[in-house]
Each structure stands twice: as structure tokens, then as C-alpha cells.
């Protein structure tokens, strides 16, 4: 870009650099834009040079980040410039500033072409590297043939041809009709001929994308591939400015060596033959130097070289001499060496008859586990995870048991979900197994899933010779004063089932069982509470001859938690003492748990469904490849038409949230036999509802009994049971209530072929109480998303994750905004790689308070499906609040200052869902607010503070007071008070949709009922919150 002579660029330039700040710099630049405008509305008396000047200063600020809106026309009217000055000016600031759809090139394709089928080179290339920049189906359909034209010419230079092949591959993929498959393989196979390695690479671009999309077309081809590669790798008539370190042109063997993979098979003996020579010699040839340069171009040759090997099925000896060569890799000093050769050895895990190879390096894998570099120590267990097999498990569990002391813990949940697969895919025998799980939940307990326990139970409960075993085991780990509190879950529901097989060891008496476990009520949450509940009701069923002392103890820990706050520990309580009164009830309800039925692991489905890095899952699969063990209790799978389980956003490592099951034991315990009597009935909470048959049921019996029902986020409301036949009924019949009433559905006048995996709806729910999850899933592609909330400012990643092995094209990402949102959305590629995740930053400022939604209208094409939704962006009013803590004092302060309405607003919510005091407070935790006990001396009220932000009013402060009615949990009064009308109303319908229970409606299309003015409470003078009721 020559800019000599332009001295008023260069002052410009100068001047903008030279300010303090930013402010200092958004007036100079909008004083020159004034100064351009002016000069462009007099157009007639500006000279060719000074319209290139103030095209220039445009360019530049357009690259500084502000807006251009105007001068185009002068931009693109210098294309048509006969002169190359001008024209370049016109050419490069146009590419710059327009897009594929902007209405002005229309204007500027006739000069295009003109330039493309012109004589002069300079202005073809000029244009063609416009065209490929900026793409667009016009372009694509009026210039295609001429770019072709331009390729396949023998007149023109090499540099013409090298841009019209790239430019020709910016349009193919925009449009993939401009390249007919019939008529252009011929000419693919004579452009493979060409000497020139310049324009050899780009065709080989190019050849790349159209052997990727049609295999059967360009068979032809396939021969002239070989001879490339051969070519090159004898260093056959290679010009020294293609050779980089001594490598002919690594470019093109890379690229030749990728297209080669698309096709299945080889079936030429002659070309096979001299493939294989080829790839010998590379693999003979390369080695760790230490010029950095060169190790990265041969050993980007090399990998490409081992991905073709596997890909071909070679002999063994030549896999055997790939693995010995992966083995120098991952023992050398260089980290990024050792990487690539764990990665790749992972990869081979693939290839049969390779294995027992890469067994040989098992040590020199292990010692990889204790590098400084933690994504070598990633890949390393990979590898191991992989590899293991019944020969070694021992060995590899043991080293991740010991490993899992010293691990990071970004890599513990991984390690130990690992571990446990592993443990159970080739226990030689049960009871290693239970140590095994045991250890792990004793050593890494914050990071082992309830899965984990769950499936533990699960063989305990199927192997009676295991259960006296098991049960002593747990008997062990209660004893040690420090304890994780799923080492109490597991201990205390394995004690409870079958410690009674232990009555005559010492120290093993049902007293002595409760006297060891009830030391661990202190310490303990509600959903351990409630399996110690369910644990102390068996024990005193097995209590044979009956012990009153025993009996006596029990009773008190019962009766101590009728009156607890949680309703579920509650029930428990009232309910067991009950049973317990009457003797034989008790043994026949809490009769030893049934067998599950066999089924596939939940475990191995988390892992298969995970969505990972190329190399983690080379090692997924192979593990759902090899042979099950005789520990496994699996082999019913699930219908290909069931539901789905949601996997978690893997492809960029985010810690998962840990959920505790909110019921756990009583399911256990009475659940199943109601179960077992009646198919379409199960218990949820205490209450029996109907159950939706064979696509509902879950990849795991024990997972449904004791886990939390929600698949991301906190678990589902409770559902009034007058609405609950109905939902069930709507999700029978497809109507749209199984969405729910909120559920965005896909906008479009044809409906897309491609569902939604999970509830749309329930996901975005979930993302406005945190700050990453999945928004949106389907077989083809899952967007996660990961978001961070500073005063009024959001910054949001969007994570795209293409499921398949094919890519996804013509990605579009639009961002619909409210207009109290400024939101600016980073280019979205207009290709996903298979296997590939992208992030798209998405920046958000709030400039007021309001309860409009930003809406994501995505769409892309698989195949021949073009998918297009649009989603709810969960960018809500809470996530601009920021809890705080005031004292009594500053709260009646600011409450007696807001009068009333405006400012104060008062509601009585109806049909809310029935939560605890605890849960409410959770609740408002979620939604970034703050619970103050202490200011209502009522202990049925809740007092919440934050503060709002906006670009507009900065921080603001709202108050919020939550009557409750301990007796109708389904009512409570709510007032709100802000120093803004407009956030006071919107904060208020926030809170109501978070707190009340919509009903699911029988017309087909969902209607929210409009709220009906209530009539306020009058408070009672002898509540204990007078003085604060009188307030309001």
C-alpha cells in the first residue's frame, strides 16, 4: 500500500495516534469524517487524487473500529478508474468494507469482469482477489465461468492461475453448483499434471474441497496424486524457492496426503505399491533436529503421512515402524514433540493389531502422566485410557489411583470418570472393583459423579456373593474421622441394604452400625440426610431380637425431623416413624432392593456422547469397541428413536456442575416395588404420577431412581397434578405443549427436517440461573455457551461444535437485538470443519432495564438440509444485578424513601411454585440477588437487595420483600422498590416468571393467561413483622 505523497493521510494518521485518549480520538475522527462528507456531496470538483485519499482515510477508520456509512459509491466508482492507482484503491477498500450482500456490488460485477477477461494481469489479479475475498452467490453465478476460464487458459502466468484457483474455491464453497462434477474432472486431472508447484498447491486447494463433497467424480485422479507425492518426495525438478529446510514444498505433500484420505480404498496393486514406497520413505526420513523450523515442516509431513497409513489399513510391519517411531517421539525433551507423538499414538489405538505394540511403551506413557505440561499429561491419559485392556487394567487403574493425589484439579473429573470406566469395563473380579470405585470416591470425592456410586449399587445389589463383601468395605471407610460426603452416601446405602450379613462380626451389630453412621448427622447436607434416613428405618427392620434401647434411638432422630424445613426430610421422618410403629409394614416396604434390570452403563454413554478432541475420542472409541467383561450388567441398548441424553459442552474444558440428587433413597426403597407393580406408575416426591413409556426411560435404572430430574440446571418445578396427565399427554401426541408454553420454536415457513435434541425451552431457563451450558443441540451441531457479567457490561463466547465428520457450510449467525441491548457479534466462519469447534465472542452492553429478549437467528447446511432456528439469548435483566449487603438501618432508609407506585409496586403471586423458605433464597442467590436475614423479624419473609446496572443510570438499587404463607405455599405477596418506574415493573415480572407455575394449556397453540389485579393482604398487628408490614 503505497501511501507516498498522501501528506494529509499521513497528518491523520499522526494525529490519531498522538491522542491521549479515547475520547480525544472519537472527535478527531468524526471531525474528518465530517471534512470527507463535505468534500464527497461535491464530488465534481475532487480530482482522482484526492478521492483516493479520502477512500484511504475511510479505510482506516473503518479498521480503527468505527462506522462507515457512507462513501461507498466513491469507492466502488474507482474500480472503474483506468488507471492501476486508483483502481488498487477502489479494489482494496471495497473488499473492506462491503459484504457479499451489500447492494452496491451489483454494481461494480460488470466492471469486474471486464478486468477478469481483460489482457491486463495486474487487474485480474486485482480482481480475483477481490472475488475470492468477498465471495457471494452473485459473484458466484456471474463470474465462475470466467475465473474457470482463466484457470484452465496455458496463455496465462502462473500467478493468474494460482489466484483464479483459489478465488474458484472461495466460490465453490459459497456455491457448490458453480463446479459441475461431470464436465470438471477431466480438467482436475490435467490441472494435476501442471509443473508449476505454485499453482500445483492451490489446485490442490481446490481439489481438496471437490473430492471432499463427490468422491465418485474424481477417481481419475487418484494416480496423479501418487505421482505428486512421488515427485516430491524424490525432490524431482523442485525449484529451490518451493524447498523450505531441505522438505520439497510441505505444503503440497500435506495437502496431496489429506486428499488421498477421502478416497476409501486403493485397489491398484501398481499404485498402492508406489504409495506405500512413498510413505516409507517419509517415515524413514524424518527425524528430531534441532532447527525448529524444520521439525515443524517434516513433522507436519510426517503425522499427515501416519493419518494416511492408518487410513489404508498398511501391513503391520509398517505400523509396527510407525509405533516405533511414535516411541523416539514421546521420549524425546521437546514438549511440543512429545505432544504430537502421544496424540498420534493415540490415534493408532484405532488400527487393529497395533495395540498390544503400543503396549511396549506403556512405562515410558505413564512417566508422560507426571510432565510439567498439563495438556501432555491430557493426552497421556488418553492413551492410557485407550489402550488398556484386561492384560494391563491393573496396572493403569493403580497408576490413576495413585496419580489421581497429585492431579490438578481442571484434570481430576475427567481422571476419575476415566478410572471408574476402565475399573468396570475389565475388573477380574468384582470385589477389586468395589475397591477400586471406593478408592476413587475416598481420594477425589468432590470430582466422581453420582453415576459412579450409582453403578456400584447397581452391582452390588445384582451379585449377592458380593454384597457381604461390600457391605464390610463401607463398614471400613465409616471409621475414618475425615470423609467425603459420597463416601457417606455409598456407606450408608450399602450398610443399610445388607449390613444385617455382618451381624456376627465384631463390631458389626445393627447398634453398632447406627452408633457409626448417626456420628455423621452433623456434618452432612439434606440429600445425604435423606438416604441416612432410609438407612436407620432398615436397620431397625434387620433389629432381630428387637432392641428397645436401638429402637428408642431411632425414634428420636425420626421424630427430630418431623418439623424439619425441607419437606422432603420431612416426609421421610413422619412417614418412617409411622411404618416403624407398626411393625410388620416396615418389613414388607422396605423389603431388600429387587435386581435391576441389565442395561448400558451410564457411565459409557457420558463418555461416548462427550463431545472431544480428535485424539480423546480415537480412545472412546476404541473402548466401545473392545469386548465387555464379565463384571458388566449391561446389555439391553436403547432404541434408536428414544430420547437422547444431553451430553455436556466438552470441546472447550469447562468444570461440570455437580448436582446434588434432591430424593434419593426412598425411590430406593418404595419406589421401585411400586414400579414393579405398575409399568406406567412411579413416585416423584411422594406423589405417583404417569409415566411416558419406552422413549422416556433412561439410559440408567439407578440414575432415574436417585438422581435429580432436570438434564442441566436445577431440578424441574413441581407440576400441579390437574396439569400433569395433560403434558404427558401433549408429549405422547407431539403436540407443541411438550415444549412447554415458552419454548421458542424454530421460525420458518417450512419446518426443519432436523429436531432439537432435549427441550429448547428448559435449556434457556436453565442458562438464565448460570453462566455456561448447551443452548441448543442437534444430530448435526451443538451450541454451547459461556458467559461472564460485569456491571453493565456482558461478554458471552458462543461455542459451535460440529458433531459429524462432514462440515457444515453456509453458517450464517444474526444477532436480533432489543433495543435496550448494544450487542456486536465477532464473524461467524461460513464453514465448520468436521469434528471442529468454533468460538464466536459476542459482546453485550445494557443501556436500560427491560424485559426484551436478544434472539440468535442460526442457520447452516448438512448435505442437502438447510437447518435454520432461532434462539432466545439468555442476555436477561438479572444478569446486570449485582448482589449486596445492607444493614437494617440503610434498608428503611431507602424503603420509606420510595412512596409508593411508581417506584414501589406490590403483587400477590398465585399458583407459585410450592418451595421451601431455603429453595426461595437459592433461588434468588441464582438470579445474582442477595437474601438478608435479620431485617424482617417475620421468619416467613425474605429480604433481598441488589443493585441494577445500566449504561444509562449505572448503579441502582432495588429492594424486594417476599411475603410467604407457611401454611399455602402456593401464594405469597411480593413488592419491589427501585428508583426507577421502569426497572421497579420489569424486575418484578422477572422475579414472577421465575416464581410461578404456568400451566400447560390444551389448545394447540399455548397461551399464558394475563395476570388479574389481586386485592392486597391486610397485614395482621400481631405479626411478628408489623413494623416492616406497615411499611408497604
Same mark, same amino acid.
Given at each position: 500500500?503505497?501511501?507516498?505523497g498522501?501528506?494529509g493521510?499521513s ?9 491521549q ?11 474528518e ?6 468534500r ?10 484526492e ?5 484511504w482515510?475511510m ?6 473500529g ?10 466502488v466508482s474507482? #474500480? ?18 462491503l459484504?457479499?450482500n ?30 475470492g475475498n ?21 496463455s ?11 478465488c ?16 470438471w474432472?477431466d480438467?482436475?486431472?490435467?490441472? %494435476?499434471?501442471?509443473r ?6 492451490a ?5 481438496v ?13 487418484l494416480?496423479?496424486?501418487v ?18 529446510y531441505?522438505?520439497?514444498s510441505?505444503?503440497l505433500?500435506v ?7 477421502y478416497f ?11 504409495l ?6 517419509i517415515?524413514m526420513?524424518t527425524d528430531?533436529?534441532?532447527?525448529v523450523?524444520k521439525?515443524?515442516a ?12 492408518m ?19 514421546i ?11 502421544l ?7 484405532l ?20 510432565d ?6 491430557r493426552r ?9 485392556? #484386561?492384560t ?8 490413576l ?5 497429585t492431579?490438578?484439579?481442571a484434570?481430576?473429573?475427567?481422571l476419575?470418570?476415566?478410572a471408574?470406566?476402565?475399573?468396570e469395563k ?9 475397591d ?15 453415576d ?17 463383601y461390600?457391605?464390610?468395605k463401607?463398614?471400613?471407610? %465409616?471409621?475414618?474421622?475425615a470423609?467425603?460426603? =459420597?463416601?457417606?452416601k455409598?456407606s450408608a446405602?450399602l450398610?443399610g ?15 453398632e452400625?447406627?452408633t457409626? #453412621?448417626?456420628e ?14 432410609s438407612?436407620?428405618a432398615?436397620i431397625l427392620?434387620?433389629?432381630h ?9 431411632i425414634w428420636?432422630i425420626?421424630?427430630?425431623?418431623e418439623?424439619y ?6 416426609q ?10 407398626k411393625?410388620?409394614a416396615?418389613v414388607d ?7 435391576f ?6 457411565l ?10 480428535t485424539?480423546?475420542?480415537s ?23 428414544? &430420547?437422547?441424553?444431553v ?5 472447550v474444558r469447562?468444570?461440570s ?6 430424593s ?15 409399568p ?6 411422594g406423589?405417583?404420577n404417569?409415566?411416558?413409556p419406552q422413549?422416556?426411560?433412561?439410559a ?14 436445577p431440578?424441574s $418445578? ?7 396427565d ?17 419454548? %421458542? ?10 429436531q ?13 440461573l448460570?453462566?455456561?451450558g448447551?443452548?441448543?443441540?442437534? $444430530?448435526?451441531i ?9 456491571s ?15 462440515p457444515?457450510?453456509s453458517?450464517r449467525?444474526v ?5 435496550h441491548?448494544?450487542?456486536e457479534?465477532?464473524?461467524v466462519?461460513?464453514t ?17 432495564a427491560?424485559?426484551d429478549?436478544?434472539v440468535?437467528?442460526?442457520?447452516y447446511?448438512f448435505?442437502?438440509?438447510m437447518?435454520?432456528?432461532?434462539l432466545?439469548?439468555? &442476555?436477561v ?21 420510595? &412512596? ?27 438470579l ?14 425474605l429480604?433481598?437487595?441488589?443493585t441494577?446496572?445500566?449504561?444509562s443510570?449505572r ?8 411475603? =410467604? ?8 405477596r411480593? =413488592?419491589?422498590g427501585?428508583g426507577?418506574?421502569?426497572?421497579t415493573f420489569?424486575l418484578?415480572?422477572?422475579?414472577k ?6 400451566p ?15 386485592? $392486597? ?11 416492616l408490614?406497615?411499611?408497604?
Amino acid at each position: 500500500m503505497a501511501l507516498s505523497g498522501m501528506r494529509g493521510l499521513s497528518v491523520f494518521i499522526s494525529d490519531v495516534r498522538n491522542c491521549q485518549n479515547k475520547e480525544q480520538e472519537r472527535l478527531r475522527v468524526d471531525k474528518e469524517l465530517g471534512k470527507i462528507r463535505t468534500r464527497f456531496k461535491n464530488e465534481k470538483g475532487l480530482s482522482p487524487y484526492e478521492k483516493k485519499k479520502y477512500v484511504w482515510k475511510m479505510l482506516y477508520i473503518y479498521m480503527l473500529g468505527y462506522d462507515v456509512d457512507f462513501g461507498h459509491t466513491e469507492a466502488v466508482s474507482l #474500480i472503474s478508474a483506468p488507471k492501476y492507482p486508483e483502481k488498487q484503491v477502489g479494489y482494496i477498500v471495497t473488499s473492506s468494507l462491503l459484504n457479499e450482500n451489500h447492494d452496491f456490488l451489483r454494481i461494480v460485477i460488470n466492471t469486474v469482469r471486464n478486468d477478469i477477461i481483460g489482457r491486463n494481469e495486474t487487474f485480474q489479479c486485482l480482481a480475483l482477489t477481490m472475488v475470492g475475498n468477498i465471495g457471494g452467490k452473485e459473484f458466484s453465478e456471474s463470474l465462475a465461468p470466467d475465473v474457470q476460464k482463466l484457470l484452465i487458459s496455458s496463455s496465462c502466468r502462473p500467478l493468474v492461475r494460482k489466484k483464479a484457483a483459489l478465488c474458484l474455491l472461495r466460490l465453490y464453497r459459497k456455491n457448490p453448483d458453480v463446479v459441475n462434477s461431470d464436465g470438471w474432472s477431466d480438467r482436475m486431472s490435467q490441472l %494435476l499434471d501442471e509443473r508449476d508447484l505454485g499453482v500445483l498447491t492451490a489446485v490442490m486447494s481446490l481439489f481438496v474441497a471437490l473430492v471432499s463433497n463427490n468422491i465418485d467424480a474424481y477417481w481419475n485422479c487418484l494416480p496423479k496424486c501418487v505421482k505428486i507425492l512421488e515427485r516430491l518426495a524424490k525432490n524431482q525438478d523442485i525449484p529451490q524457492e518451493y524447498t523450505y529446510y531441505g522438505i520439497p514444498s510441505p505444503w503440497l505433500q500435506v495437502k496431496t496426503m489429506r486428499a488421498l484420505q477421502y478416497f476409501p480404498t486403493i485397489e491398484d496393486p501398481n499404485i498402492r505399491r508406489a504409495l506405500f514406497e512413498v510413505l516409507q520413505r517419509i517415515l524413514m526420513g524424518t527425524d528430531v533436529v534441532k532447527n525448529v523450523n524444520k521439525n515443524n515442516a517434516a513433522h507436519a509431513v510426517l503425522f499427515e503421512a501416519l493419518a494416511l497409513v492408518m487410513h489404508l489399513d498398511a501391513e503391520k510391519e509398517m505400523m509396527s515402524q510407525c509405533v516405533a517411531l511414535l516411541g523416539k517421539f514421546i521420549a524425546v525433551r521437546e514438549p511440543n514433540i512429545r505432544y504430537l507423538g502421544l496424540e498420534n499414538m493415540t490415534r493408532m489405538l484405532l488400527v487393529s493389531d497395533v495395540q498390544d505394540i503400543i503396549k511396549r511403551h506403556q512405562a515410558q506413557i505413564i512417566t508422560s502422566l507426571k510432565d510439567p505440561d498439563i495438556s501432555i499429561r491430557r493426552r497421556a491419559l488418553d492413551l492410557l485410557y485407550g489402550m488398556c485392556d #484386561i492384560t494391563n487394567a491393573k496396572d493403569i487403574v493403580d497408576e490413576l489411583l495413585q496419580y489421581l493425589n497429585t492431579a490438578e484439579f481442571a484434570m481430576r473429573e475427567e481422571l476419575a470418570l476415566k478410572a471408574a470406566i476402565l475399573a468396570e469395563k475389565f475388573a477380574p473380579d468384582l470385589s477389586w472393583y468395589v475397591d477400586v470405585i471406593l478408592q476413587l470416591i475416598d481420594k477425589a470425592g468432590d470430582f466422581v459423579s453420582d453415576d459412579i456410586w450409582y453403578r456400584v449399587v447397581q452391582f452390588v445389589t445384582n451379585n449377592e456373593d458380593l454384597q457381604p463383601y461390600a457391605a464390610a468395605k463401607a463398614r471400613e471407610y %465409616l471409621e475414618k474421622p475425615a470423609l467425603h460426603e =459420597t463416601m457417606v452416601k455409598v456407606s450408608a446405602y450399602l450398610l443399610g441394604e445388607y449390613s444385617h450379613l455382618l451381624a456376627r462380626r465384631p463390631g458389626c451389630s445393627p447398634k453398632e452400625i447406627f452408633t457409626i #453412621i448417626s456420628e455423621k448427622l452433623p456434618t452432612i447436607t439434606t440429600s445425604t440426610l435423606a438416604i441416612l434416613l432410609s438407612t436407620f428405618a432398615k436397620i431397625l427392620m434387620h433389629n432381630h431380637p428387637s432392641d428397645p434401647e436401638l429402637q428408642e434411638q431411632i425414634w428420636s432422630i425420626f421424630r427430630k425431623y418431623e418439623s424439619y424445613i425441607d419437606v422432603e426430610i420431612q416426609q421421610r421422618a413422619v412417614e418412617y416413624f409411622a411404618l416403624c410403629r407398626k411393625g410388620e409394614a416396615l418389613v414388607d416396604v422396605l423389603a431388600e432392593m429387587p435386581k435391576f434390570p441389565e442395561r448400558l452403563s451410564a457411565l459409557l454413554k457420558k463418555a461416548e456422547d462427550a463431545e472431544v478432541d480428535t485424539a480423546e475420542q480415537s480412545a472412546i472409541r476404541v473402548r466401545s469397541q473392545q469386548q465387555t467383561s464379565n463384571a458388566l450388567v449391561v446389555t439391553d441398548q436403547r432404541p434408536a428413536n428414544g &430420547s437422547v441424553p444431553v451430553s455436556q459442552l466438552a470441546l472447550v474444558r469447562m468444570p461440570s456442575e455437580n448436582m446434588e440428587a434432591s430424593s434419593s433413597h426412598d425411590q430406593v426403597t418404595s419406589e421401585v416395588q411400586v414400579n414393579s407393580q405398575d409399568p406406567e406408575l412411579s413416585h416423584e416426591n411422594g406423589s405417583i404420577n404417569a409415566v411416558v413409556p419406552q422413549d422416556v426411560q433412561s439410559a440408567d435404572l439407578l440414575g432415574d431412581l436417585l438422581g435429580p430430574l432436570a438434564i442441566e440446571g436445577p431440578p424441574s $418445578p413441581a407440576v400441579p397434578a390437574e396439569h400433569k396427565d395433560r403434558s404427558l399427554l401433549s408429549a405422547l401426541e407431539g403436540t407443541p405443549e411438550a415444549a412447554g408454553p415458552l419454548a %421458542l420454536a424454530t421460525v420458518d415457513d417450512q419446518p426443519n427436517s432436523v429436531q432439537p435434541i432435549g427441550n429448547v425451552a428448559e435449556r434457556f431457563n436453565a442458562l438464565c440461573l448460570k453462566d455456561s451450558g448447551i443452548l441448543y443441540e442437534d $444430530p448435526h451441531i451443538q451450541i454451547g455457551i459461556k458467559a461472564e457479567w460485569r456491571s453493565h457490561h456482558g461478554r458471552l463466547v458462543l461455542f459451535l461444535g460440529n458433531k459429524n465428520t462432514s462440515p457444515l457450510v453456509s453458517v450464517r449467525a444474526v444477532i436480533l437485538p432489543p433495543t435496550h441491548l448494544k450487542m456486536e457479534l465477532s464473524l461467524v466462519p461460513e464453514t465448520i470443519p468436521p469434528r471442529a469447534q468454533v468460538q464466536c465472542p459476542l459482546e453485550v452492553v445494557n443501556l436500560q432495564a427491560s424485559g426484551d429478549l436478544a434472539v440468535l437467528d442460526f442457520s447452516y447446511k448438512f448435505g442437502t438440509a438447510m437447518v435454520n432456528v432461532k434462539l432466545r439469548l439468555p &442476555s436477561v435483566l438479572n444478569k446486570f444485578l449485582q448482589p449486596i449487603s445492607i444493614s437494617a438501618e440503610e434498608f428503611f432508609s431507602q424503603w420509606k424513601s420510595l &412512596s409508593g407506585p411508581p417506584l414501589k409496586l406490590q403483587e400477590v403471586l398465585r399458583d407459585v411454585k410450592p418451595l421451601p423458605l431455603s429453595e426461595m433464597a437459592n433461588l434468588f442467590t441464582s438470579l445474582r440477588m442477595a437474601v438478608i436475614p435479620g431485617i424482617d423479624t417475620n421468619p416467613n419473609n425474605l429480604i433481598v437487595c441488589a443493585t441494577f446496572h445500566s449504561e444509562s443510570s449505572r448503579a441502582m438499587l432495588c429492594l424486594i420483600r417476599v411475603e =410467604t404463607d407457611p401454611a399455602d405455599r402456593t401464594q405469597l405477596r411480593i =413488592t419491589i422498590g427501585s428508583g426507577d418506574p421502569t426497572l421497579t415493573f420489569e424486575l418484578k415480572e422477572c422475579i414472577k416468571e421465575h416464581l410461578v407455575s404456568i400451566p400447560i394449556m390444551q389448545a394447540p397453540t399455548p397461551v399464558i393467561p394475563p395476570l388479574q389485579p389481586q386485592s $392486597p393482604i391486610t397485614p395482621a398487628y400481631n405479626d411478628p413483622g408489623a413494623m416492616l408490614a406497615g411499611l408497604l
